[in-house]
Structures are given as structure tokens and as C-alpha cells.
């Protein structure tokens, strides 16, 4: 073999390494966006007062150690960069329909030669066996065949002519102890990261964010990965309350889904609950309900649309999703006593849907009917509400049914909220008599 051929083959191995690091952490399914962290600090000492604590903030910039952290960007930026190059090259294929994301800083190539040792031959084995992302690697290989020069000759422009990132600092602050204020924490922050690098500031159309988390006393300095939060999927038709499809994903494997299990969201609102379970578990079978009409065909709607993207990936007709959905009353299911396996479903908060008062009927009504048609022994449920003492008063009163296993908090849109993990009992149900005909309180 040749110097020449051997160099290439080098540089292909690198190529495909780093660039199936970028693909599996892109594919995660429960995170909502990615962050490379530069530095964190668990117990920061805030001075007194806020002109202290801001220049503090200041000199904080230049004593980072940004370099390994701006190295993980740029791979993952090369990424990005590469998946649009193959659109704009063959942009009637199918295959290369796929949710990427903008490419639009200039990259340090170079960085790839560090990284020849970073991963393993199990983990790029791994990458050829996931099937999400098997057909971007072949892609990629492909492209680093017919791109070496080209790249070769792009490095060297870039290093002849060098563009001036732009960037912007966003400041995430929790904590009621601060003397200053997000955007004073950014912006004093930001100016120091700017005479560090000689970046240009840009609100919007920026290359590099960097972001400055602050919680109580912690404190964690991290570079952006992503553009835009990645639970944008799957859902196309929005109602008042859509769920994230990476929350939806953490409460369907919380339950531990078995091939064949029947999976039930009784009030699945827009369908991200089942739909996120359709995609991801489809060796289960799914089934989405909801009293509402309008919930019933925005569920359905997005599950044709998530249809009409896979056939436009795939380019192919695809032979469906398995789940179903149906308009039905949660306190009267059209289901048989012991059939479904696992009930997972977002119930009212008492807010933007139902009420507080609605709660207290609706809770124990709805508990009482999904320990029903749950499977005694084996069945389990995933509830998430933020009306906690309606539903730990409801379960109260449930003890012989439900056992409660686990409890995960969780923040949506700023409310504290919990996940509560049930385990059916095997005690078998038997409706009271005095309650036959009872009407939902929904």
C-alpha cells in the first residue's frame, strides 16, 4: 500500500470515528439539548456585591480551559457542515432527508488528527449495527472517498483567510440569593469572552454559543451543540398542553416496555406519549384515547405526518405504525378487565386543561378504571401530573390496587411536577356495585 493510500485510509478512519460520535449523541432520546461543558463549579463564592460578582465574571473568561471543549464543538460542527454539503449535492434523494440542522462556521479540520485513538472498534462495530443511523455512516464513508482533496484545499484557504466566529452568551439563572440579573450576568460575562477570542457578538445569526448556567451556588460554563431543542420531533399538530417527545420517552422506559406489551395513553391529548412509544417500541402495540374530538384528530394527523416523513426518508411506501387511536370516556374504557399491560398518560393539571376542583372526582375515577383494564400482578402505570396532593390523596385510597414504586420530579414550563411509577397489585378488581353507571367527572 502506497503513502498516499495509506494517509487516506488514516484520515477515512478519523472521519468516520468522530463523525459517528456526533451521530450517536444526536441521537439520544431523552435529552432536550447538548452541551459540551468547559468548566463547572459545584460550590462558586459570590461576592457581596453585584459590581464584584460581574467582574468576577469578567476575569472568570480568560482562566477557562476552553480549548478540548471548542475541539468537541468544532467535530460536531464538521458534522453538521458535512450533512448539508449532501443535500446541496443530491437534494432528490431520499435518504438524505433528514432533520440536520445548519452548517455555517468555518472548521479546523486539523482537530481530526488528535482524536485517531478516541474511539473503539466495538463502539464504530455498534454504529454500523444502529439501524438510525446506519445509513448516514455508509454516507459519510462515501463522502470522505471523493472529499479528501477537496477538504485538503478548503484548510488551506482557511488558514490563508480566517473568518471571525460570531457568538452570543445565553445565562439560565435559578436561585433567589442573586444580586444581579441574567442579562447582567451575560452581558458582562460575554464582553469578557469577547476580548479573550476577538469573536463578533451576534444575537442571532451566531456560530458559537456559550452558555453560562447558574443554579443557587453552582455554576457550569458550557459550549451549545444543538440549534434547536431536540424534542422538536415527531409532532406536527400542537394543542394547549403537547408534551415533549423526550419527556414522553423518559416515562415510557421508566415502565420497561416487553415486546408485545399493549400500551394504553387514556387522555393522550396531541399522541406524543404513544407516538414516541410507536417509533421507539414497536414491538408493542399502542393504543391513544382521548374524551376530546379535537385531541382524538390532532393525535391522528400527527401520526400521519410522522408517516409521510418516514416514506419521504425512506423512499418508500412504510407499512405503518403500530398504534391506534379512538374517542372514548377515561372512566368507562371500551377495554376488558386485565387486558393492557402498560398505561402511560399525562393527566390534567388543573390548569390550562380541567381544574383543581375537577381533580379531586376526576383522580380517584380514573385510578379506579385504569386498575381495571391494567393486568393484576404484572401491570404497571407512569402518571405525570403537578397536581400532587390530589393525586397522593386519590392513590391513597387505592392502596389495595396500586402500589407506588418510584417518583421522578420534573420541571414543565417552570411547574413542579412528578412522574409517579405504579405497580398493579394482584389483587383482582371488583367493581362496587353502588358505582356501576357512574358518569367521568372530566
Known amino acids: 500500500m502506497s503513502d498516499v493510500q495509506e494517509a487516506t485510509n488514516q484520515l477515512l478512519d478519523v472521519n468516520l470515528c468522530e463523525n459517528q460520535m456526533s451521530i450517536q449523541v444526536h441521537c439520544l432520546r431523552s435529552v432536550d439539548n447538548l452541551f459540551v461543558v468547559v468548566q463547572e463549579f459545584k460550590d462558586y463564592q459570590f461576592k457581596e456585591t453585584k459590581e464584584e460578582v460581574l467582574k468576577d465574571f469578567e476575569e472568570l473568561a480568560g482562566k477557562l480551559p476552553w480549548s478540548d471543549p471548542l475541539k468537541i464543538w468544532k467535530i460536531n460542527t464538521c458534522f453538521k457542515k458535512k450533512k448539508t454539503k449532501r443535500r446541496k449535492i443530491n437534494p432528490n434523494s431520499s435518504k438524505q432527508k433528514i432533520d440536520n440542522g ?35 455512516v455508509s454516507t459519510l464513508i462515501g463522502d470522505g472517498l471523493t472529499s479528501c482533496k477537496d477538504e485538503t484545499e478548503e484548510n488551506s484557504k482557511e488558514e490563508a483567510d480566517p473568518e471571525v466566529l460570531k457568538f452570543r452568551v445565553t445565562c439560565n439563572r435559578a436561585g433567589e440569593k442573586h444580586c444581579f440579573s441574567s442579562n447582567e ?36 460554563v458550557g459550549i451549545a451543540l444543538t440549534e434547536e ?35 394504553v395513553d387514556p387522555m393522550c391529548g396531541t399522541g406524543a406519549i404513544p407516538i414516541e412509544g410507536a417509533t421507539e417500541w414497536s414491538n408493542c402495540y399502542h393504543i ?43 372512566c368507562n374504557l371500551p377495554l376488558r378487565t386485565g387486558s393492557v399491560d402498560i398505561i402511560v398518560t399525562d393527566m390534567p393539571f388543573g390548569k390550562r386543561m380541567g381544574s383543581k376542583k375537577r381533580n379531586w372526582n376526576l383522580y380517584p375515577a380514573c385510578l379506579r378504571e385504569m386498575s381495571r383494564v391494567c393486568r393484576p400482578g404484572t401491570g404497571r402505570a407512569v402518571l405525570l401530573t403537578q397536581d400532587k396532593k390530589c393525586f397522593a390523596k386519590a ?5 389495595h390496587l396500586w402500589r407506588k414504586v418510584h417518583t421522578v420530579w420534573v420541571n414543565i414550563g417552570g411547574l413542579h411536577a412528578a412522574v409517579y411509577l405504579l405497580k398493579r397489585t394482584p389483587q383482582s378488581f371488583v367493581h362496587p356495585s353502588e358505582e356501576d353507571g357512574e358518569r367521568c367527572p372530566w
Open 102 to 136: 445548519r452548517g455555517d462556521t468555518t472548521v479546523e479540520k486539523d482537530v481530526k488528527k488528535e482524536l485517531t485513538n478516541s474511539v473503539s472498534d466495538s463502539q464504530i462495530s455498534d454504529c454500523y449495527e444502529n439501524p438510525a443511523i446506519k445509513e448516514q
Open 185 to 220: 450576568a451575560a452581558r458582562d460575562f460575554g464582553g469578557a469572552v469577547q476580548d479573550y477570542f476577538k469573536w463578533k457578538a451576534d444575537m442571532t445569526n451566531f456560530d458559537v454559543e456559550v452558555l453560562l448556567n447558574i443554579h443557587d451556588n453552582e455554576v457550569v
Open 229 to 263: 431543542s431536540l424534542h422538536r420531533r415527531n409532532i406536527t399538530h400542537f394543542g394547549p398542553t403537547t408534551l415533549r417527545s423526550t419527556l414522553a420517552y423518559g416515562m415510557l422506559r421508566l415502565c420497561a416496555p416487553q415486546p408485545t406489551d399493549i400500551i
Open 288 to 330: 391513544a384515547g382521548d374524551n376530546n374530538p379535537l385531541a382524538v384528530n390532532r393525535a391522528a394527523n400527527n401520526i400521519s405526518s410522522l408517516l409521510t416523513k418516514i416514506q419521504v426518508k425512506e423512499g418508500k411506501l412504510p407499512l405503518g405504525l403500530p398504534i391506534d387511536t379512538i374517542q372514548w370516556d377515561i
Open 395 to 399: 392513590l391513597s385510597g387505592m392502596g
